[in-house]
Structures are given as C-alpha cells and as structure tokens.
C-alpha cells in the first residue's frame, strides 16, 4: 500500500487498462467505510482511498476543527482492507490557492441538511469532482447514510457527463440499529443511549407505512417526531418524508400509498444530542419492487 | 473523418494510449477556428471537433436563434483540417434534461464580458466542463479573441483538477485588422467598416503605452473611448485596463509602467455596431519579456 500526500498522483497512468475502484473519506474509519473499501476491493483491479477533512463543506460554526482524525489507526485500517493507494492530501495540496470555482446542484440540495448547512453541498460537489479528476477511477462508492450527498454526486455526474459510475452502499449499523458515523464518538453514554431513537424511528414509520395506504406525509411526518421526541436529549433538526433521487417537497395531504406506487420514498432524519447532529434515512423502495 | 452526433461517444477508449486534441467550438468555422485546428493536429495524435451552440451561455436578449450555422460547410472545413471526430450533438443531447448543476468561476467573471452578459460564463464553464469529460482531451485549444473565456476557463481546469493542458492561440485577423468572429457576418457593409476601430485603437494604444510609462489606466482608458467615438456608429460596451489572467480591477491613477513591470497587462474592448456586439483585446508582454 502506497501513501500519497502531494500531487501530481495518477493511478491511472500508474495501472493502463486496469479498473480504479475509488472511495473517497474524512477518515476516522468504522464499519461504514470498510464496507465500501471491500465492495471497491471486490469489483476493481486497483482499489484508492482518499482520506480529506474538506474545510469547504464545514460551516464557520460546525465541527471542522475537533472532527476525529487517528491517521496512523486509518492506515492500518486501510492496509488490512487490501487498499492500494492512500491519497492523504492536506488542504494546501487541495486548495495551493484560494478556489474561485464552485459546482453547485441546486433543487436537490435545496431542503434537509442543505437547508440546515448553507454551502455544504457545494463544498462537497466541488472536492468530490476534484477528487474524481485527480484519481480517475471507473467506478465511486458512496454510503447511502448520506443520502442527500449521494443525490448530489449522482446529479453532478450525470449532468456534468462525469466518466465515473457511483454505486450507493447500504447503511452499516452497530448491533443495536444505531447507524454507524465517525461523529458517533462525540456522544457521551446517556446521548448514545438515546441516539437509538433515530433507528427505532425509521423502523416504527416503515411499519405504520406497511399497515396503511392512507398515511398522508403530513401524518407520518407528525408520528416520527413524537416518536423522536420520547427521548428528552433529542432537538429535531428536520423529519423529512420525499422521493429518491429528487428530494422535492411534497404536499402534506398525499398518501403513502399512491407515493409508493410510482415513486422510491425517503425518511430522512437530522437530530442533534448536545453539539452533536446525527442524520440517519430509510429508503422505501417503489410497490412490486 | 467521422461525424458524432449521440452519447455514447469515448475516443479514448477508441484509441488507447494516444494523446487528443480538443476543438471546441460554435461552429461557422473561419480562418482562426483552422488555426486552432493545425495546431491541434500537428501536437496530437487524434484530433477532435465539437460544434456546439450552446444555450447556455446565451442570455434570454441574446442572439442563439439567429446565431450563424453552416454545418456542411463546417464538415468540409473540418476534413480539410484533418480532423479525425467532428462531435455534432443536438441540446437534447447535451441537456436531455433540464441541467440542476452549475459551475461558476468567481472573480474573474465580473467585469468585462461577465458584466455585460450576466450568467454568460457559467453556461460556457457547465458546458466546456462537460464537454471535457466527454472527450477526455489532453489538450485543448482555445483562441485568446476570446480572453477572459480563457482565463475562466484555465481557472476553472487548474481550481478542478481537470486533467487538460489549455493551450491559448493568438487572435487571427483580417488583413486589415478586424478580429475574425463568426459574428462578423452580421455586419453590414458600412459598419464592417467602421468597426475597424477596435483594432486600430489597440495598435495606438500599444504606441501610447510604449511612449510613456507615465500614462495612467484611466488616461489610457479615455484615449481609447475617444478614438473608438471616432467611429459614429461605434456604441462602447466596455473598454478595459487590467491584467491577465486576474482580470482585477485597477486603480485609475496606476502607471502602466509600473503595471509591465510586474504583470501581463491586457487592454479589451466591446463595442456593439447597431445589434451586433463585437470584442477585441491586445495582451502586452511584462516589460523585458
């Protein structure tokens, strides 16, 4: 396994004719990665990991400076997972100068944790595609715990005819339901504990959907936050009910059931322990699907 | 010569390990289009064409329907150049739906022409960035007629990671001065011209500059409006002193002496004769280059 920390750095020039199999990190590894690094690992000839705490997607106010960074704990890690290359950039070799181009998506990134953190989808559209120009892989592999940034980097793709297949990885949860998250480790044990409400939630909704046709969006989006709100700890950021991959506002007063004939259903969640935001989401698929 | 007009199109993958030259154009090619075309032939192994009006970079009072086309005259211009791809797509093509993501240079685009067509450069940056992951080149050529195009353009690949080298090509002129443009055919006789003045103000401007380090930008500024005012149909868009390719503004009271001394000072001109808009630039070297 080779680290790489400055550029130029092309695997592809590296390795002609042989499939790269990319999946881009803030590091701080769990489960979650490890999933995407072995179907990366499964599916390519050449398998690159990309390690970067991108100051552009963090909001002044937001976590950038205390996120969790263990370097050494990530290599070792990224070496037992057969990765190939490391690409451990820091923020000079991202941004030699201040970056005075932006990719924006809009109407997707218009609602959920885009309305909640201005700037954050552009910031991530603009590394994700400048990371796809520095490694040019083949294929891309995203969890789908962050939905809305799997929206992002798809539309992005497809609109800007980006040579790069992205593949969406389910969700990896610790025994308990808790969706696995490198921020779960700000929680203390009491938020922790009532972090569950999250999974439990998504697991009640599923069924209250399952049971009735009729649910309108208004009335299912009303039973998840009462359910969020049984744990004291819990301050909602957004209780989200929409369609994948579009993420549009829907009118309250639609039901469940005709949504699922025609469309992917999400419930996306954002709620905040302390200073911590946790998001997790279900997606629903479409009926006779 | 082949002739592309749908998606899928990988040259590329057509021609491994062989390097591409990219054209991209508006068509109604002349004589400078051809001379981007040679240069590209004789750096490249493969030499690629697009054609492309894009509306994107059209504002809603512009002129994309009346915009010149010539598509068979184009294609033999095109197989006399050597060319080996001519990609012809349609808007359906480029846009088959409508295009949530934007890419925007900042900075660059707001004075000049940025100023006058609002959005103009992040239709040309989308679609520029498109069509680079569509062809993959690894080179690309652009004329320096259009400079600020340039500067946006060699920002965006530089802030992006995109792996193309921008080769900048002289503006090539009529033997009387006039910059080649596509929109030179809207002209009429008289205005044709009259709109010598563009390049005729340029040349004395050079002269001015040459004879006295003293001369200020808005000195210079003025010297220019008022030979462009000599032309009575002349209506000034903009006349512009500033540097490539940072494209700042400057304070009036600078000398361009001090100003060569450390940078490439450009002077650019838009000057609308009746509804036709026509630009012009002169890049002066840094003093002892």
Not at 25 to 32: D, K, N
Not at 46 to 56: H, K, R
Not at 252 to 275: H, N, Y
Request: with cysteine; aromatic share 6%; glycine share 6%.
């Amino acid at each position: 396994m080779e680290v790489i920390r400055a550029l130029p750095f092309r695997p592809r020039s590296l390795h002609p004719g042989k499939t790269i199999g990319f999946v881009p990190t803030m590091g701080y590894l769990h489960e979650g990665h490890l999933s995407l690094l072995r179907r990366a690992r499964a599916e390519n000839d050449v398998v690159v990991l990309s390690i970067f705490v991108n100051p552009l997607q963090f909001g002044p106010n937001e976590d950038f400076d205390k996120y969790p960074r263990d370097e050494e704990r990530d290599l070792a890690m990224a070496r037992e997972a057969g990765v190939d290359y490391v690409f451990l950039p820091d923020a000079r070799v991202m941004y030699p100068r201040p970056i005075l181009t932006t990719v924006k998506v809009s109407g997707i990134t218009e609602r959920m944790c885009g309305a909640s953190r201005p700037g954050h989808f552009e910031g991530v559209a603009t590394v994700v595609l400048k990371l796809f120009n520095i490694v040019q892989p083949d294929r891309a592999y995203f969890g789908l715990k962050d939905l809305q940034q799997v929206a992002v980097v798809q539309r992005m793709v497809e609109d800007l005819n980006v040579p790069v297949d992205i593949v969406p990885c389910p969700t990896v949860r610790e025994a308990d339901g808790l969706a696995l998250s490198s921020r779960n480790v700000y929680l203390s044990a009491e938020e922790r504990r009532q972090a569950l409400v999250l999974s439990e939630s998504l697991r009640l909704a599923q069924g209250w959907m399952m049971e009735d046709d009729s649910l309108t969006v208004s009335e299912l989006r009303e039973r998840i936050e009462r359910h969020l709100s049984t744990a004291p700890m819990a301050q909602i950021d957004y209780v989200e009910v929409t369609v994948f991959p579009e993420l549009r506002q829907l009118a309250p007063d639609e039901t469940v059931g005709r949504l699922r004939a025609g469309s992917q259903l999400v419930i996306a969640l954002a709620v905040r322990f302390g200073r911590t935001r946790l998001i997790d989401n279900a997606l629903i698929p479409k009926k006779g699907e």
